[in-house]
């Protein structure tokens, strides 16, 4: 049965190795390659119960686990659901009794990010800048480099050092082939060029992170919808196009479908609100809209 499980893993078809782990444990609670695998289950799951779950799972593996590299990794992922559950607290508490490793110090530096965005306190940017910017880069893994370029330029973006922002992100890029990983690192410098007032370079720089979205099956189709549909409202909302938005909020249905996490769901609601004031005559996006339709509509009989 572990067998099946794990060829079901590899096929991505998680509920189905649910069921498969969760017999192997019925038989030996102490089968830890089994909790293992069902708790990451349950993680690629990506929805908010079955975080829940994964959470419990790796708790247990955190706390009897015979190897100490396999309960330090437990304990990080506990952090890491315990962050994406809302609890930034918390999270960051445990992150800092574990070993200072390259993945564990830019984990915790993004959850410092994340009480940030969530309850300000730039004590918590300059916390988090000041244990990024002591890594020497020429000793660790290369995989390493663009999330540390990346996290630096949120923190600076959030810092308004623009400047060291941009050059962050761009070391980022620089620093990844994956393209999935390239589209996330140029939605956050899209959001950035919007920020800064810079719609022309934010319009470019979200057209061209949606290139880098193919489709794929199970879990990474729902993340390439989730990523695509959240590209399409930022285009959207700079062009103030409709449609536009129209087709994100039907990409991040279908990704919620796959998944139910926090931050989707967010972004479903952040575009049906979008979608009200641009239905509402009195709004300035409903405005701003028609204008844009406007200009559009004379410069194709300018150009008649």
């Given at each position: 049965?572990?067998?099946?499980?794990?060829?079901?893993?590899?096929?991505?078809n998680?509920?189905d190795a649910?069921?498969?782990?969760?017999?192997?444990l019925?038989?030996?609670?102490?089968?830890?390659?089994?909790?293992?695998?069902?708790?990451?289950?349950?993680?690629?799951?990506?929805?908010?119960?079955s975080?829940q779950?994964?959470?419990e799972?790796?708790?247990i593996?955190?706390?009897?686990?015979?190897?100490?590299?396999?309960?330090?990794?437990?304990a990080?992922?506990v952090?890491?659901i315990?962050?994406?559950?809302?609890?930034?607290?918390?999270?960051?508490?445990?992150?800092?009794?574990?070993?200072?490793t390259?993945n564990?110090?830019?984990?915790?530096?993004?959850?410092?990010?994340?009480?940030?965005?969530a309850?300000?306190g730039?004590w918590?940017?300059?916390?988090?800048?000041?244990i990024?910017?002591?890594i020497?880069?020429?000793n660790?893994l290369?995989?390493?480099?663009?999330?540390?370029?990346?996290?630096?330029g949120?923190?600076?973006?959030?810092?308004?050092?623009?400047?060291?922002?941009?050059?962050h992100?761009a070391?980022?890029?620089?620093s990844t082939?994956?393209?999935l990983?390239?589209?996330?690192?140029?939605?956050?410098?899209?959001?950035?060029?919007?920020?800064i007032?810079?719609?022309?370079?934010?319009?470019?720089?979200?057209?061209?992170?949606?290139?880098?979205i193919t489709?794929?099956?199970?879990i990474?189709?729902?993340?390439?919808?989730?990523?695509?549909?959240?590209?399409e409202?930022?285009?959207?909302?700079l062009?103030?196009?409709k449609?536009?938005?129209?087709?994100?909020?039907?990409?991040?249905k279908?990704?919620?479908?796959?998944?139910?996490?926090?931050?989707?769901l967010?972004?479903?609601?952040?575009?049906?609100?979008?979608?009200?004031?641009?239905?509402?005559p009195?709004s300035?996006?409903?405005?701003?809209a028609?204008?844009?339709?406007?200009?559009?509509f004379?410069?194709?009989?300018?150009?008649?």
């Amino acid at each position: 049965m572990l067998e099946k499980g794990k060829k079901l893993y590899k096929e991505q078809n998680y509920e189905d190795a649910i069921e498969a782990f969760t017999m192997v444990l019925g038989h030996d609670q102490n089968h830890y390659l089994a909790r293992e695998y069902l708790a990451s289950c349950y993680f690629r799951l990506g929805k908010n119960k079955s975080y829940q779950k994964a959470k419990e799972h790796f708790e247990i593996l955190a706390k009897y686990h015979t190897k100490d590299e396999k309960r330090v990794y437990a304990a990080s992922m506990v952090a890491t659901i315990t962050s994406i559950l809302g609890d930034y607290s918390e999270a960051i508490m445990i992150m800092k009794k574990l070993p200072k490793t390259t993945n564990n110090l830019i984990n915790m530096c993004n959850m410092y990010w994340q009480k940030y965005k969530a309850e300000g306190g730039e004590w918590l940017l300059e916390e988090a800048k000041n244990i990024l910017v002591k890594i020497d880069l020429d000793n660790i893994l290369e995989v390493y480099h663009w999330r540390i370029h990346l996290t630096l330029g949120l923190i600076y973006q959030s810092l308004c050092e623009n400047y060291l922002a941009k050059k962050h992100y761009a070391k980022a890029l620089a620093s990844t082939d994956d393209n999935l990983t390239k589209a996330k690192i140029l939605n956050e410098l899209g959001n950035f060029y919007r920020e800064i007032n810079e719609y022309d370079l934010a319009k470019a720089t979200l057209n061209d992170a949606t290139k880098y979205i193919t489709e794929k099956t199970c879990i990474t189709l729902g993340y390439n919808l989730k990523y695509k549909g959240m590209l399409e409202k930022q285009v959207g909302m700079l062009t103030e196009d409709k449609q536009i938005i129209i087709n994100a909020k039907e990409l991040l249905k279908v990704a919620s479908n796959i998944f139910d996490e926090n931050e989707l769901l967010d972004e479903l609601a952040e575009v049906n609100n979008i979608l009200v004031e641009l239905n509402n005559p009195d709004s300035e996006f409903y405005l701003m809209a028609n204008l844009h339709a406007e200009a559009s509509f004379t410069n194709v009989e300018e150009r008649r």
